[in-house]
């Protein structure tokens, strides 16, 4: 199983700043990273697909990058509503995992 | 409008069984794969079960294989996991999802139900 790492576990930054969240895997998983947002009592919403493509209607805010075993997600210019938890998803290998999270709170 | 509403949920005792559904409209059902996606109180998502378009493959969690079956009905729009032998580490809330991409899915989830509270518990 394809472990998913991630940090910071929580990140406290303030509206206007830049967030950064890393997700590293237990071994190289090429660019078959997604990335969710999760809002407290909602379901999750698909951000990015293929560690770097943005799902649809997801403002050009929100970026990935990476391969192999290292990736970012990176929202420029925080927006008061961005304000959740993040998760990294892998497809390359079955059984698919999720990352333990990020909680983005505001400082 | 792509709609998943999810029924089913509610409250079983350890080794009792649980049928969850998720309806599904405002797309072509039967062209997407649709998978389950639990997250036990305050904790992450753990993926549970995937069903390919045709219904004729499934993949499990360990942690799942051989208790939950995933189930679909094409010609309904529906989407089923079967709950048996339920354990107290199943509580959760379940979400359905429904894969990105038609036909040769990617195993990314765009569209997601309200979610359905499991509570395993004597």
């Known amino acids: 199983e394809i472990v998913l790492t991630q940090s910071p576990a929580t990140l406290s930054l303030s509206p206007g700043e830049r967030a950064t969240f890393s997700c590293r895997a237990s071994q190289s998983i090429s660019s078959s990273l997604g990335w969710y947002q999760q809002k407290p009592g909602q379901a999750p919403r698909l951000l990015i697909y293929?560690?770097?493509s943005r799902a649809t209607g997801v403002p050009a805010r929100f970026s990935g990058s990476g391969f192999g075993r290292d990736f970012t997600l990176t929202i420029t210019s925080l927006e008061p509503e961005d304000f959740a938890v993040y998760y990294c998803q892998q497809r390359s290998t079955w059984p698919l995992t999720f990352g333990g999270g990020t909680k983005m709170e505001i400082k | 409008e792509v709609q998943l509403l999810q029924s089913g949920g509610g409250l079983v005792q350890p080794g009792g069984s649980l049928r969850l559904s998720c309806a599904a409209s405002?797309?072509?059902?039967?062209?997407?794969?649709m998978t389950w996606v639990r997250q036990a109180p305050g904790k992450g998502l753990q993926w549970v079960s995937i069903i390919n378009d045709s219904g004729r493959r499934a993949y499990y969690e360990d942690s799942v294989k051989g208790r939950f079956t995933i189930s679909r009905d094409n010609s309904n729009n529906m989407l089923y996991l079967q709950m048996n032998s339920v354990r107290v580490e199943d509580t959760a809330v379940y979400f359905c999802?429904?894969?990105?991409?038609?036909?040769?899915?990617?195993?990314?989830?765009?569209?997601w139900g309200q979610g359905t509270l499991v509570t395993v518990s004597s």
């Open positions: 405002g797309f072509s059902f039967s062209s997407y794969a």
């Open positions: 999802a429904k894969d990105i991409t038609a036909a040769s899915p990617d195993y990314y989830f765009d569209s």
């Open positions: 293929d560690a770097s």
